[in-house]
Each structure stands twice: as structure tokens, then as C-alpha cells.
């Protein structure tokens, strides 16, 4: 019993960093994002460590928590659902900053991915997937808009990509879409050697722009997000039919 205590004492904790990311993310994105534009992004990455790590310690435990479930289900809403809703409301593409916002257009956008991301959330929690994920996963949905929300701030790359906020737009209520419908996504839970090699490489990149961060490292993130979006449905169709051939 101590030591089933100390697995759910350390899950709960790594939930509550989770959930501190996302509220610490969401007021930098509100207050400080001109000063410091990387910062909401970095505490996303750093929720999205804190989600993966709570559910690998959860699963070492002999038995759940349902309190636990709760929590993790509330702080990934936190992080992966309002966070980067603000961070694309507050774009000065869509938004002009949320204390500046004119167009009730900015509101829908923003709030249709969040509510999107709470449904994802919520539908996951009530039936949970082992061997794939049903819909875009949160995380990686929160990573492809939150990076495209940052990058439209930089001004580096915002002149080619997001000049009239399109982009941007398309690319949040698609996402959004994406995370409510039941395309089958790939899961490292499945344990296949291409599939934890794909993750490695991308948590690489992901660690280096959180303590290196620039438009580079974060054109990167936006690309392997993007190929996940796109190509993940299409390589688990394919590795089902190469394992059924076996």
C-alpha cells in the first residue's frame, strides 16, 4: 500500500503541474505574450511532458484512482483546449490581441477549437482507446495550432505564411474538426518500432525549442505536427494491413 500511495501522489502531482502549465501558459498569452511570444508555447510543451509522464506512472500503479482521472481530464483541458484557443485569440492576425479584439469572428474561431478540444477530451476520458486514438489526439492538435498561433506573431516568418490570418484561420477550425471526428489516429501504446522511433526524434526537437527557442526550431515542431495530422491516418491503415498479412 505505501507504495501504491506514492505512484498516486506522484501522478497527481505531475497532473497538477500539467494543469499549472496551462494556466501560467494562458496568462503569459494574455499579459505577456508581445515581451516574451515563445513563453505560452514553452509551457505547453511542458504540460504536454507532465500529461505523458502522470499516465506513465498512473499505468505502474496496481490500481487507479478515479480522482486522478478527473484531474488528468481537467488539466489537459486546461492545456490542450483553452491554451491554445487564447494563444490563436490573442494573435494579432485574428484577434489583434485579445484586449484590442473588434471582430466577434476572432471569438468563434478560438472558441470552436476549444470546445472541439473539450469534446475530444470528454470522449476519450468516458471511453478510453488503447490501440489507437479516436480523433486527433489533444496534444498533438495543440501543438499544431499553438505553434501556427506563435509563428503568426514572429516576425520572421509572418509575412509568408500567415499575412492575412488564412492560414492560421484554416488551420484551427480544421484541427478542430479533426479532433471530433473518428478517424483512428497511431499511438505509441502500440509499441511498434517505427512508431517510437517517429516520437523520439519528435520530442527531440520539441525539448530543444523549450530551451532554445526560435522560428526554426518551431517551423519544425509545425511540420512533424502537420505530418502526424495528415499522414497518421493513412501509416495506421497500412501497418494494420502489413500485420494482417502476417
Known amino acids: 500500500m505505501p507504495s501504491l500511495n506514492k505512484f498516486i501522489l506522484l501522478a497527481f502531482l505531475l497532473t497538477c503541474l500539467n494543469a499549472l502549465c496551462g494556466i501560467v501558459g ?3 498569452s494574455l499579459f505577456f505574450s508581445p515581451d516574451f511570444p515563445h513563453l505560452p508555447m514553452q509551457l505547453l510543451i511542458f504540460g504536454a511532458i507532465f500529461d505523458f509522464l502522470d499516465g506513465w506512472v498512473a499505468k505502474r500503479s496496481p490500481s487507479s484512482s478515479t480522482l486522478g482521472a478527473y484531474l488528468d481530464s481537467v488539466g489537459d483541458v486546461i492545456t490542450f483546449a483553452i491554451l491554445p484557443g487564447i494563444m490563436v485569440l490573442n494573435s494579432p492576425l485574428i484577434g489583434n490581441g485579445i484586449l484590442e479584439i473588434q471582430d466577434i469572428t476572432a471569438l468563434v474561431i478560438a472558441g470552436f477549437y476549444s470546445l472541439c478540444g473539450w469534446a475530444r477530451l470528454i470522449r476519450f476520458a468516458a471511453h478510453p482507446t488503447e490501440i489507437h486514438f479516436e480523433g486527433l489526439p489533444s496534444p498533438a492538435a495543440a ?3 499553438g505553434s501556427s498561433a506563435v509563428l ?3 516576425p520572421e516568418l509572418n509575412w509568408l505564411f500567415w499575412s492575412n490570418g488564412l492560414s492560421l484561420t484554416l488551420i484551427t ?3 478542430g474538426f479533426l479532433m471530433i471526428l473518428t478517424i483512428n489516429y497511431p499511438t505509441p501504446k502500440r509499441g511498434q518500432t517505427p512508431d517510437m522511433v517517429a516520437i523520439s526524434i519528435a520530442g527531440i526537437v520539441v525539448l530543444f525549442f523549450v530551451f532554445v527557442p526560435n522560428y526554426i526550431t518551431l517551423s519544425v515542431i509545425l511540420f512533424i505536427a502537420l505530418l502526424y495530422t495528415i499522414l497518421g491516418p ?4 497500412q501497418t494494420r494491413k502489413d500485420e494482417q498479412k502476417l
Do not use: D, K, N
Open 26 to 28: 494562458i496568462i503569459g
Open 143 to 145: 501543438l499544431l495550432v
Open 152 to 154: 503568426a506573431t514572429l
Open 173 to 175: 477550425v480544421i484541427t
Open 234 to 237: 493513412l501509416y495506421l491503415r
